[in-house]
């Protein structure tokens, strides 16, 4: 029984890991796509910047509704929900002949994704304690991968909508569209397939277990992630005093979600306009899209180094002021690089930018007590993804402004020196 009921288990993990890389996979597809839209519907780039960061608000706000949610409803029911939405968002892009109407289908792709984001942490601490940073590792890799995949090969998806039937000539951008909306689709049908017949947990037994939160935490978990990740081992003894906890009066949770939301300003600047930075320095779209999914593809390598390098630094605290000088050093070289040097500069911010990202999101629950960490972690993803908001939006403003992206890049440049104020927090237990 306990055989049938693992091999039960595994295949339904595996079909919540497709469902993940499929939802990330759609929801970055415009970031390979936007040149192509933006001259097929004569955009400018500040209207570009606005397409790239429109999801974000709604995944910050959405997070914070499913973290509500998923205790309530519980794991599969929220997936449902999230990838619902995400793919009807889909099905709105693909025929969208205006702007408004396309950004009301990245819209509600953003809100599925928000609202499947708090699953992460769930999913990992369903796991038993000395596996949830293998687990976390796991379900962070499907966000990765879905999202390397979707910068590098959206753009080169044209095929698809040449050869969909009754498709008319031009916008063969929405191949791109097309192609990550089938694999949603089809691994969503899977996932109702696997879930029907008994998957991971309901919210009752998981409920059981963030009840027995001290325990959990005195023997060490890891937690999840964003556009990402969480790894880390929890505190011994993070359940005591959690009732004691005010999240919103918490200096160093302030601390940390202000540096996360700069992380996701420039990372998903970076995964946006890239491309035509890179395209800018002579490199074609094809090549330039490939090239740019080099920031989140080294995050696969990055997510597994995280807590080596972390303990290498002397803890956290270092390790992400670390990252805040590679990242600005690397941004503000970036307008006065030629063409390969851009490429080096491109790893070494991918690099820094998701050892950060897994120390911000591994905050809650190595540094808030176990009763809050579901809370901490909802506000902050929910309040830094505005930084993926601000971030693209503001670039292509810049863009229209000065005629380069120079300008953009020093300025992201300058927000990541300034989060080097916020890296003594993450040394520092919530309170």
């Known amino acids: 029984m306990n055989g049938e009921g693992g091999s039960r288990r595994a295949l339904s993990m595996a079909a919540v890991w497709l469902v993940l890389w499929a939802v990330f996979g759609l929801l970055s597809s415009t970031s390979g796509l936007i040149e192509a839209i933006r001259r ?9 910047g606005f397409l790239l960061s429109l999801p ?13 949610l998923v205790d309530r409803m519980g794991v599969v029911r929220l997936v449902r929900l999230g990838a619902a939405l995400a793919i009807a968002g889909g099905a709105v892009r693909i025929g969208a002949g205006s702007f408004w ?28 304690p000395e596996r949830r940073e293998s687990a976390a590792a796991l379900f962070t890799g499907a966000v990765v991968v879905g999202t390397a995949m979707s910068v590098a090969f959206s753009g080169q998806m044209e095929g698809l909508w040449r050869a969909a039937p009754f498709s008319p000539a031009g916008a063969e951008w929405r191949g791109g569209y097309l192609g990550w909306a089938a694999a949603l689709l089809a691994v969503y049908a899977l996932w109702l397939a696997v879930a029907s017949k008994g998957g991971p947990e309901e919210a009752g037994e998981d409920r059981g277990a963030e009840a027995d939160g001290g ?15 969480v790894a880390g081992g929890g505190a011994a003894g993070g359940g005591a005093a959690g ?35 890179l395209m800018e320095k002579g490199w074609s779209l094809a090549q330039a899209t490939f090239l740019t999914s080099l920031v989140p593809w080294v995050a696969v390598f990055g997510i597994m180094l995280t ?19 590679l990242t600005a050093a690397s941004l503000a070289a970036m307008p006065f690089a030629g063409a390969w040097t851009a490429i080096a500069a491109v790893v070494v911010i991918g690099l820094a930018l998701v050892f950060w990202f897994v120390l911000c999101m ?5 540094e808030v007590p176990a009763e809050a960490a579901g809370r901490a972690a909802g506000m902050i993803i929910g309040l830094s993804y505005i930084g993926g908001f601000v971030g693209p939006w503001a670039a292509g403003i810049i863009r229209d402004a000065t005629g380069g992206f120079g300008a953009a890049l020093l300025a992201l440049a300058a927000a990541a020196a300034v989060s080097l104020l916020a890296a003594p927090s993450f040394g520092r237990r919530a309170e």
Not at 102 to 125: E, F, N
Not at 249 to 273: C, H, K, L, M
Not at 307 to 325: E, Q
């Open 243 to 277: 009732g004691s906890v005010s999240i919103w009066r918490s200096r160093p949770i302030w601390a940390v979600t202000a540096s996360f939301f700069i992380n996701n300003a420039v990372f998903y600047t970076s995964i946006g306009w890239f491309p035509s930075i």
């Open 307 to 325: 807590p080596a390098l972390t303990a290498l630094a002397g803890g956290p605290a270092r390790f992400i002021f670390i990252c805040g000088v």
């Open 215 to 229: 325990r959990e935490a005195a023997a060490g978990g890891g937690a999840v992630a964003g556009g990402g990740a």
């Open 362 to 366: 591994g905050y809650p629950a190595k």
């Open 101 to 128: 109407l396309l950004a009301a289908g990245i819209a509600l792709v953003g809100a599925g994704t928000g609202l499947m984001y708090p699953v992460l942490p769930k999913l990992a601490r369903m796991a038993p």
């Open 40 to 48: 097929d519907l004569g955009l400018t780039y500040a209207q570009g």
């Open 56 to 68: 974000f608000p709604l995944i910050g706000l959405f997070a914070l509704t499913g973290g509500v």
